[in-house]
């Protein structure tokens, strides 16, 4: 299980609340995955993609009103794991046959999560605690 | 959340900043690795996370407790945090079982000497317990030094080159013990190395560096090897051909055949292609740049191929090649490019990466 401890919190409810549905998203494929239902997995992971694309534009739109800087700098980071997402797909198509997908994807949520997504937003949590 | 959390540390020595808003973040039981120039700040970092150094800027947390921040600071020994540097050596005057125990100083003795014993067990050194490190060979102490960052059962591993002293035969040896101690105890892994296979090796995920601290890509070795997003990560792992040329719809021409990418046309690009990415056929077919070869090096289980392309411009080529390919025995070669191994950037990506000098 992954948590959102306080030292990942934006300070930003709109956003704060994103990442904790995206985190409750990985926790629910990897508990899903643990116990060996595989059947909805491809469907749950479309659904965080799909989750994950519209948070990203949500975060940007944010970002552009309240005057961030960076934005583009930022908008391109989260373009850049787009491929990222579609490898997940894949092996999500695999899951059911193959353990390291599993195993693979399982890890690869987190990392994606934890480290790509949310960790790299703190970059501007000192910019939007200042600026709300 | 278990595990590392680093975000936004940036450090200076003197007017020097060494890191410049640093984050990642490792679960426990992950390994991650950095991989990164000389002097871009892979030391500096594990010295923040292990306690030795007192944070200027930024958040460090392990498992949950803040442990380093500008104005907190906890004590190396209150981290739960094992270290193993390259020259974080044994002490010498005392036993690998003593050596080991000295770090297990909150434990109560018959469980610390458990402890020790069940580590030296872990690396398969009981029967050395009551020798002295001078008497073991690099790869003995090295695994002493493991069993001794682990014993007293750290939440983190910081590791900077710890196989950098050894020789090839051990240091693969040491490294794959390493690797299943590390799982079977579940701890976060956050290893530097200046060696990008032992990298693709060990990692679970690769962090490249540029500089100050700088995170050029973050992902899957898989994905760092075979998806570079940046021509510094490509060129880490050892030679490539490089081609420039022009985009005009949505690809780049090579000697070797065109390249598919999502530059805009008309921009100026270089396309990286590595070794195994020339694939060289007999009796030059419509398809291929007929080549001449001008010498063959051995490598195991590969060759390492230089050519010539017989196309007017010049220019040499690598190209990794099975062993059973034996140069003596071709003629009327010809070679094209395999597009998963051929990456295109924009020329001007050069300019701020120029300055990265390569990694050993
Ligand atoms: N105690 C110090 N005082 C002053 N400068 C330092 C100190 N320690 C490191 N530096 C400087 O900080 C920069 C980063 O050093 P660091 O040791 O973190 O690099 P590194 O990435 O580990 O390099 P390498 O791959 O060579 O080990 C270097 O320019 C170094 O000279
Ligand atoms: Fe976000
Ligand atoms: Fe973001
Ligand atoms: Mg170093």
Do not use: W
């Given at each position: 299980m992954v948590q959102l401890s306080e030292t990942f919190l934006m300070e930003s409810q709109a956003l704060d609340k994103d990442h904790q549905r995206l985190v409750e998203m990985v926790n629910d494929i990897t508990q899903m995955l643990d116990g060996g239902e595989i059947e909805n997995c491809k469907t749950k992971v479309l659904n965080f993609v799909e989750f994950v694309k519209s948070h990203f534009a949500r975060e940007e739109q944010l970002l552009n009103k309240v005057g961030y800087p960076n934005v583009d700098k930022h908008q391109k980071h989260h373009k850049e794991l787009y491929p990222k997402m579609n490898h997940m797909l894949e092996f999500a198509d695999m899951v059911a046959v193959n353990a390291q997908a599993r195993e693979s994807l399982k890890k690869e949520l987190v990392f994606f999560v934890m480290d790509d997504v949310i960790t790299t937003d703190l970059d501007f949590k000192k910019f939007i605690s200042g600026s709300s | 959340m278990e595990g590392l959390h680093i975000f936004g540390l940036s450090h200076y020595y003197g007017a020097h900043k060494v890191l410049d808003n640093a984050s990642l973040m490792i679960p426990s039981g992950e390994l991650v690795c950095m991989l990164g120039p000389s002097g871009s700040g892979k030391s500096t970092l594990l010295r923040l996370a292990s306690g030795l150094e007192k944070v200027q800027e930024g958040t460090i947390v392990i498992d949950d407790v803040t442990v380093g921040t500008p104005s907190l600071h906890l004590h190396p020994e209150h981290r739960k945090v094992g270290v193993m540097f390259q020259d974080y050596t044994l002490f010498p005057h005392l036993t690998i079982i003593k050596n080991i125990l000295f770090g297990l100083f909150n434990f109560p003795t018959d469980k610390a000497y458990k402890r020790a014993m069940n580590m030296l067990d872990q690396v398969g050194m009981t029967s050395y317990a009551d020798k002295y490190p001078h008497t073991l060979s690099g790869g003995q102490q090295q695994r002493i030094a493991l069993a001794r960052a682990l014993a007293p059962e750290p939440k983190l591993l910081l590791l900077d080159e710890p196989f950098s002293g050894l020789d090839t035969n051990m240091r693969q040896k040491i490294r794959e013990e390493t690797l299943n101690v590390l799982k079977e105890n579940g701890v976060a892994t956050l290893m530097v190395t200046h060696d990008p296979e032992e990298a693709m090796f060990m990692a679970d995920r690769i962090k490249v560096m540029g500089e100050s601290g700088r995170i050029l890509q973050a992902g899957r070795p898989h994905e760092i090897y075979y998806h570079p997003r940046h021509e510094f990560v490509a060129k880490l792992f050892g030679m490539m051909n490089t081609f420039t040329g022009t985009v005009s719809e949505g690809r780049v021409e090579t000697p070797l055949g065109s390249v598919l990418t999502?530059?805009?046309?008309g921009v100026r690009a270089q396309v990286l292609v590595r070794p195994e990415g020339v694939i060289i056929e007999n009796?030059?077919?419509?398809s291929g740049t007929s080549l001449e070869i001008t010498s063959s090096h051995l490598l195991g289980h590969d060759n390492i191929v230089r050519a010539r392309l017989n196309n007017g411009i010049g220019g040499e080529l690598y190209v990794r090649v099975h062993h059973a390919f034996e140069v003596e025995l071709k003629k009327n070669l010809s070679a094209r490019l395999d597009p998963e191994y051929a990456f295109v950037f924009p020329?001007?990506?050069?300019?701020?990466?120029?300055n990265l000098k390569p990694i050993n």
């Amino acid at each position: 299980m992954v948590q959102l401890s306080e030292t990942f919190l934006m300070e930003s409810q709109a956003l704060d609340k994103d990442h904790q549905r995206l985190v409750e998203m990985v926790n629910d494929i990897t508990q899903m995955l643990d116990g060996g239902e595989i059947e909805n997995c491809k469907t749950k992971v479309l659904n965080f993609v799909e989750f994950v694309k519209s948070h990203f534009a949500r975060e940007e739109q944010l970002l552009n009103k309240v005057g961030y800087p960076n934005v583009d700098k930022h908008q391109k980071h989260h373009k850049e794991l787009y491929p990222k997402m579609n490898h997940m797909l894949e092996f999500a198509d695999m899951v059911a046959v193959n353990a390291q997908a599993r195993e693979s994807l399982k890890k690869e949520l987190v990392f994606f999560v934890m480290d790509d997504v949310i960790t790299t937003d703190l970059d501007f949590k000192k910019f939007i605690s200042g600026s709300s | 959340m278990e595990g590392l959390h680093i975000f936004g540390l940036s450090h200076y020595y003197g007017a020097h900043k060494v890191l410049d808003n640093a984050s990642l973040m490792i679960p426990s039981g992950e390994l991650v690795c950095m991989l990164g120039p000389s002097g871009s700040g892979k030391s500096t970092l594990l010295r923040l996370a292990s306690g030795l150094e007192k944070v200027q800027e930024g958040t460090i947390v392990i498992d949950d407790v803040t442990v380093g921040t500008p104005s907190l600071h906890l004590h190396p020994e209150h981290r739960k945090v094992g270290v193993m540097f390259q020259d974080y050596t044994l002490f010498p005057h005392l036993t690998i079982i003593k050596n080991i125990l000295f770090g297990l100083f909150n434990f109560p003795t018959d469980k610390a000497y458990k402890r020790a014993m069940n580590m030296l067990d872990q690396v398969g050194m009981t029967s050395y317990a009551d020798k002295y490190p001078h008497t073991l060979s690099g790869g003995q102490q090295q695994r002493i030094a493991l069993a001794r960052a682990l014993a007293p059962e750290p939440k983190l591993l910081l590791l900077d080159e710890p196989f950098s002293g050894l020789d090839t035969n051990m240091r693969q040896k040491i490294r794959e013990e390493t690797l299943n101690v590390l799982k079977e105890n579940g701890v976060a892994t956050l290893m530097v190395t200046h060696d990008p296979e032992e990298a693709m090796f060990m990692a679970d995920r690769i962090k490249v560096m540029g500089e100050s601290g700088r995170i050029l890509q973050a992902g899957r070795p898989h994905e760092i090897y075979y998806h570079p997003r940046h021509e510094f990560v490509a060129k880490l792992f050892g030679m490539m051909n490089t081609f420039t040329g022009t985009v005009s719809e949505g690809r780049v021409e090579t000697p070797l055949g065109s390249v598919l990418t999502d530059i805009n046309d008309g921009v100026r690009a270089q396309v990286l292609v590595r070794p195994e990415g020339v694939i060289i056929e007999n009796n030059g077919n419509d398809s291929g740049t007929s080549l001449e070869i001008t010498s063959s090096h051995l490598l195991g289980h590969d060759n390492i191929v230089r050519a010539r392309l017989n196309n007017g411009i010049g220019g040499e080529l690598y190209v990794r090649v099975h062993h059973a390919f034996e140069v003596e025995l071709k003629k009327n070669l010809s070679a094209r490019l395999d597009p998963e191994y051929a990456f295109v950037f924009p020329l001007e990506d050069e300019m701020d990466l120029e300055n990265l000098k390569p990694i050993n």
